[in-house]
């Protein structure tokens, strides 16, 4: 048994909420602008190249989606710093309080984010390792994870496939009808984002009150596992 030292995750979680609320709100703004290139698009002929569409309409836009993308991009970056640092500290005291440090999620569970194909399960089995240990403890580790972190897990996944298809369409695009149907993808993807986003937000109140009344009971207790 060691001494329960670890920074709670309570401190980041304002600033973790703050950041992915901030993030939707960017990504729903850019799925706006592109509906609304989409409809100054659909008064031209479908056939019409690209190139030859640009107005100075369409060119007032495309500068202000690009001040949003890189708005976007800032706090994109500094969501998923913010969200790191939140799921490690989460990790870390979830270490420190349980008698099975293998099964509580682990400090390190973020990092399957970043590895091919890993990335599409080994996240999701570690935040349900760590979310049933912050609201249940060690004993029921092997119980299955809540029914929102399920779609909270499908919305990411899909949402991101939506995205992918939909930036492929546009790299592909020649004509106006091309560009107007490859912004359709933006709106839908932006939708199972927000889905996601909201639920991850419920993830890390839920973590976070979890661990915290655990480090309470421990503190009074007067020792640690």
């Given amino acids: 048994m060691t001494s329960h030292t670890k920074t709670p995750p309570t401190r980041i979680l304002p600033l973790a909420v703050g950041f992915t609320v901030a993030y939707l709100i960017v990504d729903l703004a850019l799925s706006a602008l592109d509906v609304a ?39 994109f970056v500094t969501s998923i710093v913010i969200n790191a640092m939140f799921l490690y500290r989460a990790g870390e005291l979830a270490k420190s309080l349980s008698t099975n440090e293998a099964r509580s999620g682990g400090h390190a569970h973020w990092l399957w984010f970043v590895v091919p194909i890993a ?15 912050a609201t249940e403890g060690d004993e029921t580790l092997k119980a299955p994870a809540p029914g929102y972190l399920k779609t909270l897990w499908a919305c990411w996944i899909i949402g991101n496939l939506v995205a992918n298809l939909g930036f ?13 149907f490859s912004n359709w993808y933006s709106p839908f993807a932006s939708a199972f984002t927000v889905v996601s986003g909201l639920l991850f937000i419920r993830y890390m109140r839920e973590v976070s009150a979890g661990l915290d009344a655990q480090a309470s009971r421990t503190a009074r207790h007067g020792t640690a596992f």
């Fill in 168 to 180: 492929r369409s546009f790299m592909g695009a020649e004509t106006v009808a091309d560009v107007t």
């Fill in 37 to 75: 290139e989409s409809f100054m698009l659909s008064g031209l002929p479908p056939d019409m190249l690209y190139e030859d569409a640009l107005s100075d309409g369409l060119l007032a836009l495309y500068g202000v989606l690009a001040i949003a993308a890189m708005v976007f991009f800032a706090v």
């Fill in 119 to 133: 990335n599409l399960f080994m996240p999701f089995k570690k935040m349900r390792q760590l979310i049933t240990f």
